[in-house]
T-cell receptor, first 113, second 115 residues
Framework: DAGVIQSPRHEVTEMGQEVTLRCKPI?????LFWYRQTMMRGLELLIY????????DSGMPEDRFSAKMPNASFSTLKIQPSEPRDSAVYFC???????????FGEGSRLTVL | AQSVTQPDIHITVSEGASLELRCNYS??????LFWYVQSPGQGLQLLLK??????LVQGIKGFEAEFKRSQSSFNLRKPSVHWSDAAEYFC?????????????FGTGTRLQVTL
């Protein structure tokens, strides 16, 4: 079975540019999570969706960040405009129910110059 | 709000030696507890989880963990470490919101294995 698929794996951009990260969850999973990982702050939950509806976006750092899930098989995390402090690895994860087991993608490493 | 503390940032053990990684949690109700492993450049993979019942849980790759409510701990153990176990290990607690499992992760423990 295909796991959680994220793209791009690596992104290097300049400050002020728009960045879009993409995620395809495991088929049949009804919850999707976006996490950010940095050395300083560890793993932070940014937002999660249940049945395509955003449930909790309290971890989204500021208005420059937005996330959508237009259907059960696709989600995006957008940063506009990007800043150097947004440099991190962004993980998408999905969950089939309330089991607590998250299946993670391999992450998107973002570098903002 | 729930929280997780992993007091050891970095641990080095010799191959074949036993391993224990510490995890302490704070949560008002019965916790759902997890250990995940992250290899370099990879996402996280579930090693084991505790929801209820037997306080000693077995996981993949020969790992086990013991839930001790009195100590608010969920330490990860392995009797004999292999070089391939070198990775970062994360303990996590879940706030079962009823709609989705919202995990709070510890800061991680990086395991180095010497040959």
């Amino acid at each position: 079975d295909a796991g959680v698929i994220q793209s791009p794996r690596h992104e290097v951009t300049e400050m002020g540019q728009e960045v879009t990260l993409r995620c395809k969850p495991i088929s049949g999973h009804n919850s999707l999570f976006w996490y950010r990982q940095t050395m300083m702050r560890g793993l932070e939950l940014l937002i999660y969706f249940n049945n395509n509806v955003p449930i909790d976006d309290s971890g989204m750092p500021e208005d420059r960040f937005s996330a959508k899930m237009p259907n059960a098989s696709f989600s995006t995390l957008k940063i506009q405009p990007s800043e150097p402090r947004d440099s991190a690895v962004y993980f998408c994860a999905s969950d089939s129910g309330s089991t607590g087991e998250l299946f993670f993608g391999e992450g998107s490493r973002l570098t903002v110059l | 709000a729930q929280s997780v503390t992993q007091p050891d940032i970095h641990i080095t053990v010799s191959e074949g030696a036993s391993l224990e990684l510490r995890c302490n949690y704070s949560y008002g109700a019965t916790p759902y507890l997890f250990w995940y492993v992250q290899s370099p450049g990879q996402g996280l993979q579930l090693l084991l989880k505790y929801f209820s019942g037997d306080t000693l849980v077995q996981g993949i790759k020969g790992f086990e963990a013991e839930f001790k409510r009195s100590q608010s701990s969920f330490n990860l153990r392995k009797p004999s470490v292999h070089w391939s176990d070198a990775a970062e290990y994360f303990c996590a607690v879940s706030a079962n919101t009823g709609t989705a499992s919202k995990l709070t992760f510890g800061t991680g423990t990086r395991l180095q294995v010497t040959l």
